[in-house]
């Protein structure tokens, strides 16, 4: 089955990532197929680098980055709720005069059209929120 | 295009968090997918639809306009929860656009038609 993931929360304050995460790993060891992850609302602080948890703890971002690099998953940070949040990478830095970025590997900036295509192109949306 | 039935619940008041407002953009761009888009409201997701918000006070950007127009975007399925509104003493009246009205049960069962719920 083709699965979509929408994570609506940030990391630590919310178990919604956490939660997502331990779902895309079942989903993905039970042999079937994730189209996209899509990052939004809060949900977009799963994508910042900057991320420095105390040594004891997991790495929410960097689970997800390596996940996606094992994978070759597809993870999409809603732009304008990225905007919001300081979510930054090269082409938004440029565009909006910023003097540093954050996003973190296996992650990209896009339109909310990419939720919606989620939508259209799984057999399931399932999301992770409040 | 692939068209399917969206359904964006709403769940929250309009302005204590950010879901509303981005729940909108999100129904605003299923619409220009030309997707068959609805949007249910209920627990305290029906004060979004209470009409005169005055958020000059809050210095945060009012949307109540949008919800009136949604008609543009080919939008006009919008449900509301008839338990919800009775619990917090609002009836249709007090909304700022047309709704349909419907126990939890009838809500449930379109939900069970949809092909994405989005929930916020």
Redesign the interface.
């Known amino acids: 089955m083709k699965f979509s993931i929408?994570i609506?929360e940030g990391p630590y304050t919310h178990q919604a990532s956490d939660s997502a995460y331990q779902f895309a790993k079942s989903v993905l060891a039970k042999g079937h197929e994730i189209f996209r992850i899509f990052f939004?609302?809060d949900g977009v602080n799963n994508a910042t680098r900057l991320t420095t948890p105390p040594q004891d703890d997991r790495n929410i971002v960097n689970r997800w980055s390596k996940l996606a690099e094992e994978h070759k998953l597809d993870m999409v940070v809603c732009v304008?709720?990225a905007q919001?949040r300081g979510i930054v990478d090269e082409g938004e830095a440029k565009r909006n005069g910023k003097d540093a970025t954050n996003l973190a590997p296996g992650f990209r900036i896009s339109?909310?059209?990419q939720?919606?295509?989620a939508?259209?192109q799984a057999d399931r949306?399932v999301?992770f929120?409040? | 295009m692939t068209i399917k039935k969206f359904m964006m619940v709403n769940r929250k008041a309009p302005y204590g968090t950010v879901y509303a407002l981005e729940s909108l953009e999100v129904v605003l761009i299923a619409a220009a997918f030309e997707q068959d888009v609805s949007l249910a409201f209920l627990d305290d997701g029906v004060y979004q639809l209470k009409r005169g918000h005055q958020t000059k006070g809050i210095e945060m950007k009012g949307f109540e306009k949008t919800y009136g127009a949604l008609e543009d975007y080919d939008v006009s399925k919008l449900y509301v929860d008839q338990e919800s509104m009775a619990a917090r003493g609002l009836t249709a009246d007090d909304l700022c656009v047309p709704v349909e009205v419907m126990s939890r049960a009838e809500l449930g069962k379109l939900m069970e038609e949809q092909d994405v719920v989005l929930s916020f």
Request: glycine share 22%; aromatic share 6%; proline share 0%.
């Open positions: 929408l609506n939004y609302h304008a709720a919001r339109g909310l059209g939720l919606i295509e939508g259209i949306m999301t929120g409040d």
